[in-house]
């Protein structure tokens, strides 16, 4: 029998970047892996002693079902991460939990799906012309677009357009996105910090653009470790991405602790950890 169960969909969206370097490490360290796609009814998480979240990114167009899947799948065998923190996770208002907490988020204001918006009132009061707007509940960028100055009306369309099935978030373009700063994923695997990656800013139909690793800062880390005390429950693997404001203050943009890339390439120590990690929880 497998041992672990990589959560993945039938059909992938884009390549999984961390997908060839973990099976064969797993396999390495005696882990034998299979796929186990969440929109597969023939899927059995029954099959593996312990499912890992890894690479099912069309749960945002399916959220009931994905749900559903999540928490039988914990209830017969296990999950990492947790169902709990999925459902926290799942929808951005966690940022406004964060924010709650004193943690400094990306400026956001949210819309409710079936709700009517006047973006020009709305960025008049918070003084943006340059903004991005994407789904409360997304994945890969899906729907996620910029609106430079001039083109508000078009937005305005946008915004029109998709608050009909689905929250929507506003949120102004930070221009430190552009600059050798950019925007940071800080990588957490079981317990420790493991490294930091540098992205370009990322619209729907583009590719991802990534640095190689670097150390995470100090001042990532108290960031990062007041994030980790938010969440709910305790969690095996999570990327904090972080951005600068216009005043120069870091700022978290996301907390991604469903499915997200970890860059294991770029950090064979990361690496190391996530595999030693698999090991001692299957035991």
Known sequence: ????????????????????????AL?????????????????????????????????????DAFLRWVDHAERVVGLANPA???????????????????????????????????LHRILAKEGWDDIVLKPAISANSSRTERFRPGQIDRAQRFLDGLLKDRDMMIQPYLSSVESTDGERSVIGIDGAWTHTIRKAPRFEGEDENVSQAVAVSDEEAEIADRCL?????????????????????????????IE??????????ALDRYVSGLVRIVG
């Open 27 to 63: 396999a390495d360290a005696g882990i034998a892996t299979g796929l186990i796609p969440w929109d597969d009814d023939s899927s059995r998480p029954s099959d593996y002693n312990l499912c890992v979240f890894r690479s099912c990114w069309n749960y945002f167009e399916h959220i």
């Open 260 to 269: 997200p890339t970890l860059f294991l390439s770029q950090s064979p120590t």
């Open 84 to 118: 709990e923190v999925v459902r926290w996770n799942i929808h951005k208002r966690y940022l406004r939990s964060l924010e709650a907490a004193g943690i400094r988020t990306v400026p956001t204001v949210f819309g409710w799906r079936g709700q009517k918006m006047d």
């Open 229 to 257: 005390d938010s969440i709910p429950e305790e969690v095996f693997y999570i990327r904090i991405d972080l951005i600068r404001d216009d005043e120069g203050r870091m700022c978290v943009s996301e907390v991604e602790v």
């Open 1 to 24: 029998m497998p041992d672990i169960g990589l959560i993945t969909c039938r059909r992938l969206p884009e390549p999984d970047p961390d997908h060839e370097v973990l099976s064969n």
